[in-house]
C-alpha cells in the first residue's frame, strides 16, 4: 500500500505540485487506512462519496496552498452542509444541516477535503470519549484505553494516521488532554480567535475549536487556515491574523517560563513530573529560564468550571425539545410530556447530570449563591494568570494528570470527567491559547504531553518553544508497538 500520508506536509504538496500524485490517491488511501482502523471506532459518519468527487474535481485545478486536497476529519459538534452532525447524540442522531460551520468555509476555500465526522463525548460533555451514544473510541497506541475527550475521534485518527489533520472543539480541555492520551499536537486558541459560528454549543463563554496535527509546524499552518474575525460570530476578535509559523526555527535562548506548582502536585503522576523535569532541564541547557509560581485561586478552578459552564450549558441544550428538529419521542399527550420524554429519552446519562446541576445554578436565588460568586472568581483567576504572563514569557506543565487510563474506568464517576481536566481548565477560564505536546512515554509507552500556555492572542511564542522541544525529543509517534 502507498504511504503518502505518511509523507510531511510539504512533501506531499511537492509531489501534488509536479503531478507525482493526485488528490485521489491521498483521499483513497485515507479511506483504506479507515478500513484498517475501524475497530478505533473513530468515526460516526464518512463522507467518501463527496470526498472523492471532490478529489477528481480538484485533479486539474491549480495547486495553490500547501493544504491543498489534504484530507482532515472534523469532531462531529461542528456543522457541515448536507453531511450529518450528530454531536455524539440519539438527539441529533438524523440531523442534516443546512449550513456550513465558518471554520469549514475557509478549509473549503483551501480546498482540503473533508473525509468524514469523527467520534466525541455527547455534546462534548466528557474527558473520555466513553459518553458517545455511538460507542467509545479507543486508543491507537493501547485499544484498552481511553482516547480521552471529548474530541477523541480527531486524536485518535491522527494518531493512528488515518489522516494528518483534524478539528476538535476545547470547552475545558477537550483539545488538549485527548492529544495528550493519544500522542498528538493539540491547541486550544485564544478564546475569540477562531469563529464559533456553527459550532454546537455546549459552554459558549469556554468553547473554542481548534487544530489536532501530527506535529508543530503542520498545526500552525492548520490554524492559519481557520482564524480570523467574523461578523457571525459575536465573540470574535478583530485582530490581526498572523502567520503562526513565524517564529518557529528561532532561538528559544533567553526565554523566561513560568512552572505553577499546582501544575506539579502531588495529584499529577511522578512519571509525568519526571518526564516534564527533564524538559526543563533540556531547555535550561538551551538558555530558558524558569521559575515555579504560585497562581491566586486556581485551585478553585473545577469547581468554578462546573457551575459555569454547566449553567451555560443547561441554557444552550434547552433548544433541543422535540418540537423543531432533532429526535422526538412517540410517547406523548401533551406538550410537556413531549418536552419531558423527548428529552429524557435523546439524552444520555453525562448529558442529563450535567443539564440538571446547571438548572439548579441558575434557579432562583442559587443565581447569586453560586453563579454569580463564580463569575467574580474567574475573573480573579483570568488577572491573576494575566499578570503571570507580563512578567513571563509562557507557562508550562503537564496536560494531565495521568496518562491514558482503561477503558471502563470512572465511566459512572460524575466527578472525575472534570478532575481529569483541572490542568487545562485555568486556559480555558482566561481565554488564553493553550497547547498540550507529545514529550515522551510512560513505563507502559502510553503517551506523555506537555501543556505550554500563552499570553492573548501569542500563539506564536507556544509554536516557537513547541517547535523547540519537539525537534530535541525526536519521538517516535509513528510506531503504536501493535497493542
Same mark, same amino acid.
Given at each position: ?29 485515507? @479511506? ?39 484530507? /482532515? ?26 449550513? $456550513?460551520?465558518?471554520? /469549514? ?10 473525509? &468524514? ?5 455527547? @455534546? ?23 482516547? +480521552? +475527550? ?41 478564546? &475569540? ?16 475549536? +481548534? ?69 526543563? $532541564? ?18 478553585y478552578s473545577v469547581p468554578l468550571y462546573q457551575i459555569i459552564a454547566l449553567a451555560e ?12 428538529? &432533532?429526535?422526538?419521542?412517540?410517547? @406523548? ?38 453563579? $454569580? ?23 508550562? +506543565?503537564p496536560t494531565t494528570t495521568t496518562t491514558a487510563y482503561n477503558l471502563g474506568e470512572g ?6 470527567? @472534570? ?19 507529545? /514529550? ?41 508497538? &501493535?497493542?
Amino acid at each position: 500500500m502507498t504511504k503518502y500520508l505518511d509523507l510531511s506536509l510539504i512533501e506531499i504538496n511537492d509531489l501534488l505540485k509536479t503531478k507525482k500524485i493526485k488528490p485521489i490517491d491521498l483521499v483513497n488511501e485515507a @479511506f483504506i487506512r479507515i478500513e484498517q482502523n475501524k475497530d478505533l471506532n473513530c468515526f460516526i459518519t464518512l463522507n467518501k462519496e463527496e470526498a472523492v468527487k471532490k478529489a477528481m474535481e480538484l485533479e486539474n485545478e491549480e495547486v495553490d496552498n500547501v493544504l491543498f486536497s489534504i484530507p /482532515i476529519v472534523i469532531k462531529d459538534n461542528i456543522v457541515t452542509k448536507d453531511l450529518r452532525t450528530t454531536c455524539a447524540s440519539k438527539m441529533l442522531d438524523n440531523f442534516i444541516p443546512v449550513y $456550513d460551520a465558518t471554520v /469549514i468555509e475557509k478549509i473549503k476555500n483551501k480546498n482540503m477535503i473533508i473525509i &468524514g465526522k469523527t467520534n466525541m463525548d455527547e @455534546f462534548a460533555m466528557g474527558s473520555s470519549n466513553q459518553t458517545s451514544y455511538y460507542g467509545p473510541v479507543l486508543n491507537p497506541w493501547n485499544k484498552s484505553k481511553v482516547s +480521552g +475527550g471529548s474530541s477523541g475521534g480527531s486524536a485518535s485518527a491522527v494518531s493512528s494516521r488515518i489522516v494528518p489533520f483534524a478539528l476538535g472543539s476545547d470547552t475545558g480541555g477537550s483539545i488538549r488532554q485527548p492529544a495528550a492520551f493519544t500522542g498528538v499536537v493539540g491547541l486550544k486558541p485564544t478564546y &475569540g480567535r477562531v469563529s464559533r459560528y456553527g459550532l454546537v454549543a455546549f459552554a459558549s463563554s469556554f468553547d473554542q475549536i +481548534g487544530p489536532m496535527t501530527r506535529n508543530v509546524f503542520e498545526n500552525a499552518l492548520l490554524l492559519n487556515a481557520i482564524v480570523g474575525h467574523d461578523e457571525k460570530d459575536m465573540t470574535s476578535s478583530k485582530k490581526e491574523v498572523e502567520d503562526f509559523t513565524r517564529l518557529i526555527g528561532e532561538d528559544v535562548h533567553g526565554m523566561k517560563i513560568a512552572i505553577p506548582n499546582y501544575y506539579m502536585s502531588d495529584t499529577v503522576n511522578k512519571e509525568i513530573k519526571n518526564r516534564i523535569l527533564y524538559v526543563i $532541564d533540556l531547555l535550561k541547557s538551551k538558555g530558558v529560564t524558569f521559575e515555579y509560581i504560585d497562581i491566586d485561586y486556581i485551585k478553585y478552578s473545577v469547581p468554578l468550571y462546573q457551575i459555569i459552564a454547566l449553567a451555560e450549558a443547561s441554557s444552550n441544550l434547552a433548544r433541543f425539545d422535540g418540537v423543531r428538529y &432533532g429526535y422526538r419521542t412517540n410517547n @406523548f399527550n401533551n406538550l410537556d410530556e413531549l418536552y419531558k420524554n423527548t428529552r429524557a429519552e435523546g439524552f444520555g446519562d453525562e448529558v442529563k447530570r450535567n443539564i440538571m446541576i446547571g438548572s439548579y445554578v441558575l434557579s432562583g436565588t442559587n443565581i447569586k449563591t453560586y453563579y $454569580d460568586k463564580a463569575l467574580k472568581m474567574r475573573k480573579a483567576i483570568s488577572d491573576s494568570l494575566d499578570e503571570i504572563l507580563s512578567k513571563y514569557d509562557l507557562i508550562i +506543565g503537564p496536560t494531565t494528570t495521568t496518562t491514558a487510563y482503561n477503558l471502563g474506568e470512572g465511566q459512572d464517576d460524575a466527578v472525575k470527567s @472534570f478532575l481529569d481536566d483541572m490542568l487545562t481548565i485555568p486556559a480555558n477560564m482566561a481565554g488564553l491559547p493553550s497547547m498540550s505536546l507529545p /514529550i515522551g512515554f510512560d513505563n507502559d509507552g502510553m503517551p506523555i504531553g506537555m501543556q505550554i500556555i500563552g499570553k492573548k492572542f501569542d500563539e506564536a511564542l507556544i509554536y516557537k518553544l513547541a517547535a523547540a522541544v519537539e525537534k530535541e525529543l525526536n519521538l517516535d509517534l509513528d510506531n503504536k508497538g &501493535g497493542k
